[in-house]
């Protein structure tokens, strides 16, 4: 069986609504590339001809390229491609495939394979899964506003969450949530919808300007003593009025820590 690819282009704040259609029209898996100047670049695998044909059509205006790679055990290659990862100091991602064991001194999550905003390859993930690590005490309740794949939310639970939800307002973004986790806490819509004062952790992995304009209702559905972990944006994007206790940076990105 030939292995067949759709390769394109758009921009980071795009990325995510981009992967989601991909999905829905029947990609095997999505491997990602972001570039400095807020570009990126995704490549989609499908396993007929007739499917990656038809997401070329409805892509066109992307332009994007279409790629005959030939024969080959592209299930074997795609396998291979994402391997566990240990995150932070008790984290060990895994694909579902996987059947390996996480190390004595780690917690299993499985991640959404495919999509590296899910995997944990992102540094703005892995600043927020490791500041979860510091968060998330037994029983706490945690939210993620801008859920995505949720893969926040299934460390929050390893770590020994007692209640997780989330919001996006990206109705395919929560239904892929949905599915990964098993959660019914997850809904379309934004923060506004959510309870004053009911959570123990809130976590938001979206961008500056979002984190900005909506760090009052944050606050809100934050109970005294939370932890508010925002992240999605580079060093330099720390969006204002924030009363940081803590950043922590990588490879470019930001996550800041607010504690209530």
């Not at 990126?40 to 038809?54: H, I, N, R, S, Y």
């Not at 790629?67 to 080959?72: E, I, K, N, Q, T």
């Not at 004062?197 to 809130?202: N, P």
Request: negative net charge.
């Amino acid at each position: 069986m030939s292995l067949l690819s759709l390769r394109l282009q758009c921009d980071i704040d795009a990325k995510d609504s981009l992967i989601a259609e991909l999905y829905g029209l029947g990609t095997t898996g999505i491997v990602e590339r972001e570039e400095l100047g807020g570009e990126c670049f995704l490549e989609a695998f499908f396993g007929t001809q007739d499917e990656v044909e038809l997401a070329a059509s409805l892509l066109a205006a992307l332009q994007p390229e279409l790629v005959d790679h030939g024969a080959r055990d592209y299930v074997r290659e795609f396998q291979d491609h994402w391997q566990p990862l240990a995150v932070g100091k008790r984290l060990w991602l895994a694909p579902p495939w996987d059947a390996s064991p996480a190390p004595d001194d780690r917690l299993r999550v499985e991640y959404q394979a495919g999509m590296a905003c899910g995997s944990g390859a992102h540094p703005c993930t892995q600043l927020c899964l490791e500041a979860l690590e510091e968060a998330v005490a037994p029983g706490a309740r945690v939210v993620d506003v801008g859920v995505g794949s949720g893969i926040l939310l299934m460390a929050s639970k390893a770590l020994g969450a007692g209640l997780v939800a989330g919001c996006d307002i990206d109705h395919d973004a929560v239904a892929i949530a949905r599915e990964a986790t098993g959660e019914t806490r997850l809904f379309t819509g934004s923060a506004r919808s959510l309870r004053s004062a009911a959570f123990d952790v809130v976590v938001a992995n979206i961008s500056a300007e979002a984190v900005e304009t909506m760090l009052g209702e944050l606050r809100r559905i934050a109970a005294p003593g939370a932890r508010v972990i925002v992240s999605g944006f580079r060093e330099g994007d720390l969006p204002g009025g924030l009363g940081v206790s803590e950043v922590h940076q990588r490879d470019g990105w930001a996550c800041a820590v607010l504690q209530l």
